[in-house]
DNA sequence: GTCTATACGGCGATAGAC
DNA sequence: GTCTATCGCCGTATAGAC
């Protein structure tokens, strides 16, 4: 592993864990296992570093939504809660690169947000677009209510991830997988076909 | 109003917006109005003005959602409507208490989270119970489907408005809004009685 | 690219006069 | 209680040798 890279997985983690203002310099370079000015070899400053960590994040977070949603299953309520598990699972065990997704999309650094919120809402709209196709799929199959729309669904589906991604810091992960299943079977309800 | 009053109104909108690290104390005395070293008269240090600050935000915030749920109204739904939508329209008004405690639940300061998550858990108890109630209220009443406990509901319901306060960083109060009834469609045909 | 040494600013906090 | 002055620390960032 080259340094840049080290940097980069260092980085994440910290800022992920502590906030921007909370992960200094010294800090990163200490986990990479390099002296502090070394650093600025790879990075002009400390906002450089963290903008190219935020867009490999922002990538990242994508892709991640797309394999969740790669689930090979008979109907579309598997996948979707499947999928739905999956992302909690991870965020409950505090994956770093998630966290950092949310932790920054909700409070960028001061000074930032400029830089930092319009690919963030890409990557949302990405997202978000990824579980539209499935939950349209689930309208054709006819295991999805067509009363609502699927951009609605699919807003509600990450508005409860984000919600139960809140929850990680004061609670367990046994409770918050709980707390998800009880969120699931809210949200099934709110979208499958009546008659079912 | 007295100088107490003024550090603990100045400290909670510049904590709710610029975190706990990127508040210092001379920021908190240049908005009340006085120099920095007249703050410790007042408090012994940062954490502990934070912690008084937390201590006011937690309360308030119990009663905040008390309120919201004390509508005059014809049916649950109407209630629980009502409710939603004040909750909402508080929180992409960057109304300074409630997001106040949406930041630090989620994010406690590093060293103080121990003295914080306990009072922070008990609100989130607290709060959900009230809701709880209403809820339950819907279910003698025949609106709202007896599948599910009430409990999950209730966490259901704060996990997507904990949802929607994450966007309200990217997202114009308009937008926000705009979900929240998407969002409140998914909710709704989610615990109401399939007959309806 | 990595190091040691260092500059400089802002931070939390204190001393002591009024 | 509020002020001016100041301390000590740690933050980002740079200079310059290897």
């Not at 983690?13 to 921007?20: D, K, S, T």
Request: hydrophobic letters at 40%; one cysteine or more.
């Amino acid at each position: 592993m080259h340094t840049k890279e080290k940097i980069l997985a260092s980085s994440i983690e910290l800022f992920a864990v502590n906030g921007y203002a909370g992960t200094s310099m010294a800090k990163i370079a200490d986990k990479v296992g390099i002296k502090k000015p070394s650093l600025y070899a790879h990075y002009k400053n400390k906002e450089a570093l963290f903008i190219d960590v935020t867009k490999k994040m922002v990538d990242e977070y994508v892709e991640f939504v797309r394999k969740s949603l790669d689930v090979q299953a008979l109907n579309i309520k598997t996948v979707l809660y499947e999928s739905f598990k999956t992302h909690v699972h991870d965020l409950a065990r505090n994956d770093a690169s998630i966290q950092f997704y949310n932790r920054f999309m909700q409070y960028p650094p001061k000074g930032l947000e400029s830089e930092l919120t319009a690919s963030m809402e890409q990557s949302e709209e990405k997202a978000r677009m990824l579980l539209e196709i499935v939950v349209a799929k689930g309208q054709t199959s006819k295991e999805i209510t067509t009363e609502l729309n699927a951009k609605s669904i699919a807003r509600t589906y990450f508005c409860l991830i984000e919600g139960l991604a809140n929850e990680t810091t004061i609670y367990t992960l046994e409770e918050v997988e709980h707390h998800a299943e009880s969120v699931w079977n809210v949200f099934w309800r709110g979208i499958r076909i009546n008659l079912e």
